[in-house]
């Protein structure tokens, strides 16, 4: 009897929250969204492209707009610079993250406690979901900015060589990039951060200002020797072209290196499985001699 009150307690309570929840949701503003811009593009395309977010971006914006008033700017800056990482994500600004987290652990915990009702452990369910939730949403974030850190890594090289050859045909740096934007796949990030570089250089800032911006948003160890050898190309007055050039040839020999360490690792790594694939095997084998020796009265 205690035990089914407590149940119907928790259930009250949880109506009463949602309660609460919708009615808050009802009254506060919902941020505006960014229209303008990469992040304005990046919105627009998962509007078009990705229905989930399309039928939860007026809840996501009004759980924006709470955090919005409420005094986390830390979370908020570290937020942002993973956003800005991530090729902005969706579109999102740092509010809305952190309305998504909300959402998806309030969704989460609500479908653990139901969950957790017919195994009858709706409290350690219900906590489990309300981790795994914001979880989700951070996971998701750091999974686009990686992706987009081995696809710079994977394209990099190329790009550097084609903006030499031009540069050494006689254009000049914003001309070359130009060019490469002009010729790629919206969709490609190399092409995306270049032409991030490029509008830059046309909004007058400097080119070691800009290729600095570059490495910010994409901080891995190719990209950041890159940008700092042009940047001290262009200090010492050496031609850019063939710093590039150097760079681009740099670049795969130590993306075939790092291929062959990880190939080199993976070796070392399928001994465990093959060894343990092997102890089956003689299991298997050594235990159907012994069970049929048992069986013929040898033990």
């Known amino acids: 009897m205690t035990t089914d009150l407590l149940k119907l307690a928790a259930v009250g309570a949880m109506m009463a929250a949602i309660i609460l929840v919708v009615t808050v949701l009802l009254t506060v503003k919902p941020t505006e969204p960014e229209s ?34 409420l005094p986390a700017h830390d979370w908020r800056a570290a937020i942002e610079r993973d956003l800005q990482q991530a090729g902005y994500f969706l579109g999102i600004d740092g509010n809305e993250v952190l309305g998504m987290a909300t959402l998806a652990g309030v969704a989460a915990s609500a479908i653990g406690f139901g969950v957790g009702l017919m195994i009858d452990m709706p409290f350690a369910i219900m906590a489990f979901g309300l981790l795994m939730g914001p979880w989700m949403v951070v996971s998701s974030i750091k999974g686009e900015r990686q992706r987009r850190f081995r696809e710079v890594g994977r394209q990099l090289p ?116 093959m060894m343990m694939l092997l102890g089956s095997i003689l299991i298997i084998l050594l235990g159907s001699m012994m069970l049929e020796s048992y069986g013929s009265g040898f033990f």
């Not at 809840?59 to 709470?66: C, K, L, N």
Request: charge should be neutral.
């Open 36 to 69: 303008r811009g990469l992040r304005g593009r990046k919105r627009s395309r998962a509007r078009i492209h990705n229905s989930t977010f399309a039928f939860f971006e007026p809840a996501i914006r009004t759980a924006g707009g709470i955090w919005a008033q």
């Open 158 to 273: 190329g790009e550097i060589d084609l903006a030499a050859l031009c540069m050494n045909a006689g254009m000049d740096m914003p001309g070359a990039l130009s060019m490469l934007v002009a010729q790629g796949h919206d969709e490609d990030v190399i092409v995306e951060e270049l032409g991030l570089v490029l509008q830059e250089l046309e909004l007058g800032r400097t080119r070691a200002a800009a290729l600095r911006n570059f490495a910010d948003r994409v901080p891995t160890e190719a990209v950041q020797e890159f940008v700092g050898a042009v940047v001290l190309a262009e200090e010492k007055g050496t031609p850019p072209a063939e710093t590039m050039r150097i760079q681009a040839g740099m670049l795969r020999m130590r993306r075939s290196v790092l291929a062959e360490e990880a190939a080199s690792r993976a070796g070392v790594l399928m001994m465990i499985p």
